[in-house]
C-alpha cells in the first residue's frame, strides 16, 4: 500500500520528484508559476518545445529543473479547470505512478493555489492519492531475478496544500485501494497456490482481524444440505470443494437485513471432460475473479467500516478431467431441488452459483443478492473488456449499479433477460430434467444468466454481473497494468455507501 502523508507547504529535499498542475492552455498553477519564476522560465520553454498545453490526462516531465531540488518535475494537466473531477485526478494519480513506479521513492504532489475546481480540494488531492495507489500495485513476489531499475520504489506521496479535510477521505479511500490490491492478489496468483482450501485460508486471515465473521462449509457438509450442482463440478478434482461466507456489520443491529454478494470461484478451470483448447488455458486462473472480487468488497467495507451488514459467500472448485470428473449428459439435483442436464462441463460457473445462491437465501433471507462471475466468453464478445454485463430483475437495482459504476468508472452495460417461462428462459429447457446447463450458440450470456434466475426466491432484488471481460485486461489502464483490474471492489462499496449505509 502506498503511503500517503500530507504537508501545509512543499518541501522537496527528500523528493525525488515534484508534481504541479497547469490548466488548459498553458494556465499554470501557483506552484507551477512559483517554479518557472526560479527556473527562469525553463517550466514554460519545456511545455513550449513539448507543445505542452494542460490537455486533460496529459504529463510532461521535466529532468533536474532549476529553481528546485526536486530531481525532475512533472506538469499535470487539468484540462478545463471547472471541469476536473475526482475522476480526473484519480487518473492523473494512475498517470504519475505508472510513470514513476520504478523510478522513484518519493512523489510531492502540489495542490497548493488551484482553484474553481469542479470538485474541492480535498476531494481533489484524496483522489489523486488514491488513483496513484491504485495504479502503485505490483505483484513480483515469484520474480526472482528482477534488476534494481525493474523494481517498484514509489512507495510515498505527499499532499501539499490539501485542507485538513482530505485526510479522512483518503484514509477511506485507501480502505476501498486495500479491497482493490487484495482481490488482484487472489486473482493473479496461480492455480496451484489458489485453489479452494488455500482460497480460504488466505482470506480468513486478511478478513478476521477487521471484524468480519467467517463460515466455511467443506465437501461433506455440502452434501448433506443437497449441494449436488456445486459438488459435481468439483468431484474430478483432488482439491475438494468449499463455500465460503463471510458476514460484516456495521449497522450494530444484528437483525438488519443484509446485501449478499455471491462471487464464483472456480479456482482453475480446464473445462473439465469438455476440455478447453490448451494455448490460453492459464488464464484460467483468474476463472475465480468472482469470488476475489467479493473478497475484495469486504475487505474494502470492513476496513472503512462500513455502516452496512453484507453477506459475502464464494463458492470455490476446481474443474478437472480426471476419471471420477463429471460427464456431459450427467444429471445432477441441485441444493433447491431443481434438476440440470449437464451438457457441457465447461458451463460450470453456473452450476457453483446456483447451490451458493440457494444457501445464502435461506441462510440470510436477503432482499438484494448480487453475484459477479467470469462466467461467459460470450459478453466479452459483447462488451470486449471495457463493461460487465448486467442482467437484472430490478430497473432500480439496474439504475442503481449504473450510477455507482459511472461514478467509479468500474463501468456496467445492461443486457436482456426474460420473464420465466419467456422466450430466453425456454432456450434452456432440458428434455429429461428442469434444465439444461447450456443454451444453443446464440445469446450465451443471455441464456446463462436465465440459468441463475431460475434459482432467485420470489421478492428478491437481484443482479448478476458477467465480469468476465473487466476482471482481467490486456492492456494497461489508467488505474491497472495489463492483468488483474479488481473491477467490481470500488463499484459495490459506492452502491454501498450511496444506498445501503445509514
Not at 449478499?260 to 490448451?278: C, E, H, M, Q, R
Not at 454485463?389 to 467509479?408: C, Y
Amino acid at each position: 500500500m502506498t503511503s500517503v502523508a500530507f504537508a501545509a507547504t512543499r518541501d522537496t529535499a527528500s523528493a525525488a520528484a515534484l508534481l504541479l498542475f497547469v490548466g488548459e492552455g498553458g494556465e499554470l498553477s501557483e506552484g507551477a508559476r512559483n517554479l518557472d519564476a526560479a527556473s527562469n522560465g525553463q517550466v514554460g520553454r519545456a511545455m513550449k518545445a513539448a507543445n505542452f498545453t494542460g490537455k486533460k490526462g496529459k504529463l510532461l516531465e521535466i529532468l533536474a529543473p532549476a529553481g528546485t531540488a526536486a530531481a525532475r518535475v512533472l506538469l499535470a494537466g487539468l484540462g478545463d479547470p471547472t471541469k476536473a473531477d475526482a475522476r480526473t485526478f484519480e487518473d492523473l494519480g494512475g498517470e504519475a505512478a505508472a510513470r514513476l513506479q520504478t523510478l522513484e521513492a518519493e512523489l510531492v504532489a502540489d495542490f497548493g493555489g488551484i482553484s474553481d475546481l469542479a470538485v474541492g480540494t480535498d476531494v481533489a488531492a484524496a483522489h489523486f492519492a488514491h488513483g496513484l495507489a491504485l495504479r502503485n500495485w505490483r505483484f513480483d513476489i515469484y520474480r526472482t531475478k528482477l534488476k534494481d531499475e525493474q523494481k517498484g520504489k514509489l512507495a510515498k506521496v505527499t499532499l501539499v496544500g490539501a485542507p485538513d479535510s482530505a485526510k479522512p477521505l483518503s484514509d477511506r479511500l485507501q480502505k476501498v485501494a486495500d479491497g482493490v490490491h487484495f482481490a488482484k492478489e487472489l486473482i493473479t496468483e496461480p492455480g496451484n497456490i489458489i485453489y479452494p482450501q488455500s482460497f480460504v485460508d488466505r482470506v480468513r486471515a486478511k478478513v478476521e482481524p477487521l471484524g468480519i465473521k467467517v463460515t466455511v462449509l467443506d465437501e461433506k457438509e455440502l452434501a448433506k444440505l443437497g449441494a449436488g450442482s456445486m459438488l459435481g463440478v468439483g468431484q474430478g478434482s483432488v482439491k475438494p470443494p468449499r463455500l465460503l461466507a463471510m458476514e460484516w456489520n456495521g449497522t450494530g443491529k444484528a437483525d438488519a437485513t443484509p446485501l449478499a454478494l455471491i462471487g464464483k470461484g472456480v479456482t482453475f478451470d480446464t473445462g473439465g471432460i469438455s476440455l478447453k483448447p490448451g494455448p490460453g488455458m492459464e488464464d484460467m486462473k483468474w476463472d475465480m475473479g468472482g469470488a476475489g472480487a467479493v473478497a475484495g468488497i469486504m475487505v474494502a467495507l470492513a476496513g472503512r467500516k462500513a455502516k452496512a451488514r453484507v453477506i459475502g459467500v464464494c463458492g470455490l472448485v476446481e474443474n478437472m478431467p480426471d476419471g471420477n470428473a463429471q460427464r456431459p449428459g450427467d444429471v445432477v439435483t441441485s441444493m433447491s431441488g431443481q434438476t440440470i442436464e449437464v451438457l457441457n462441463t465447461d458451463a460450470e460457473g453456473r452450476l457453483v452459483l446456483n447451490d451458493c445462491m440457494t444457501w445464502t437465501q435461506r441462510t440470510y433471507k436477503p432482499k438484494v443478492m448480487l453475484d459477479f462471475a467470469t462466467l461467459t466468453g460470450a459478453i466479452i464478445i459483447s462488451l470486449a473488456h471495457h463493461y460487465a454485463g448486467v442482467f437484472s430483475n430490478s430497473d432500480a437495482l439496474w439504475g442503481k449499479l449504473d450510477g455507482a459504476g459511472k461514478a467509479v468508472n468500474d463501468l456496467v452495460w445492461r443486457q436482456p433477460l426474460s420473464e420465466p417461462g419467456g422466450h430466453y428462459d425456454q432456450m434452456i429447457d432440458s428434455t429429461i430434467a428442469d434444465m439444461k446447463n447450456l443454451g444453443p450458440r446464440e445469446g450465451g450470456s443471455i441464456t446463462a444468466a436465465q440459468f441463475l434466475q431460475r434459482y432467485v426466491d420470489e421478492g428478491v432484488e437481484w443482479a448478476h454481473i458477467d465480469i468476465a471481460g473487466a476482471v482481467w485486461r490486456p492492456k494497461a489502464g489508467a488505474l491497472h497494468d495489463k492483468g488483474a483490474t479488481g473491477f467490481g471492489v470500488r463499484l459495490i462499496d459506492k452502491l454501498v455507501a450511496d444506498h445501503f449505509e445509514g
